[in-house]
């Protein structure tokens, strides 16, 4: 919490909102393609072989709607859950990242 926090009072209004919208779009596209990778091995593994390839697209697309449904009512009634879940993945970033970025920044032996 503390990048979004430290961009908030040191970057301009505008250079947050660019930054938020990265971390935003990041976010989506991982969701994006969890949800691709979870509809296919549902609709190919599971049912594929029960109805064959000709109705696997409609599988796969009946089950993105259901799985995004249940995703979306998840979401929508447990909103403090979701932000400490978020938290908790900034703070794993952070803690993964964090030192050795600040190697980078002063230890001279660590470019090499």
Known sequence: ?????????????????IMVAGVSAAAMSTVD????????????????KKFGPEKELLLSRTFALIISSIALLFALSAKEFIYSLVFYAWGGLASSFGPSLILLLYWKRITK
């Open 33 to 48: 393609s969890q949800l691709l990778i979870l509809t296919t091995s549902i609709s190919h593994d599971m049912f594929g």
């Open 1 to 17: 919490m503390i990048s979004l926090v430290m961009a908030e009072k040191f970057l301009p209004p505008f250079l947050f909102g």
